[in-house]
C-alpha cells in the first residue's frame, strides 16, 4: 500500500488547491496508509497554518479515519486519542495521541512539564 504524505492529507481535508486535491485523490484511489507522525503534521498544520478550531481539527481526523481508501496506522489508539481530544480540546492533538500511544504499548505514567496534560489519567507532572 502507498503512504500518504502529510501535505496529501491535507489538501484532502482542506480541498483548497484545485489540482492539488485532484492529484491528492487520484494518488489515495488505490489506497494509502496515513502515518501517525503525517497524521500529526496535518493537525498541526490545520491548526496552526488554516487556523481551524479544535472541534474541526477533530472532524478532520474523524473524516480521515472514515476515509474509505485509507488505512491510518493504529487506528484505535488513534481513535482514543481522538475521544480525549474532543473531550479536552486545550491539551491538543499531538499531546492526546502521545498519550495514548504510551498508555497502549503499557508505558505509563506519561512525565510531562504540561499541566493541562499532567491532569489527564496517565500522565505525571513533572
Request: glycine share 8%; hydrophobic share 50%.
Amino acid at each position: 500500500m502507498r503512504a500518504v504524505d502529510t501535505n496529501v492529507l491535507v489538501r484532502l481535508i482542506t480541498r483548497g488547491e484545485t489540482r492539488q486535491t485532484a492529484s491528492a485523490e487520484s494518488f489515495v484511489a488505490k489506497g494509502g496508509w496515513v502515518s501517525l507522525l503525517a497524521l500529526t503534521e496535518a493537525v498541526w498544520v490545520l491548526g496552526n497554518v488554516y487556523e481551524l478550531n479544535a472541534a474541526d481539527q477533530a472532524r478532520a481526523v474523524e473524516m480521515l479515519l472514515n476515509h474509505q481508501q485509507l488505512v491510518v496506522d493504529g487506528r484505535e489508539t488513534v481513535v482514543a486519542a481522538l475521544d480525549l481530544f474532543r473531550a479536552r480540546p486545550a491539551l491538543g492533538f499531538s499531546d492526546c495521541l502521545l498519550l495514548e500511544l504510551a498508555r497502549n504499548a503499557g508505558h505509563l505514567p506519561l512525565g510531562a512539564f504540561d499541566r493541562k496534560l499532567a491532569k489527564v489519567e496517565g500522565a505525571l507532572k513533572l
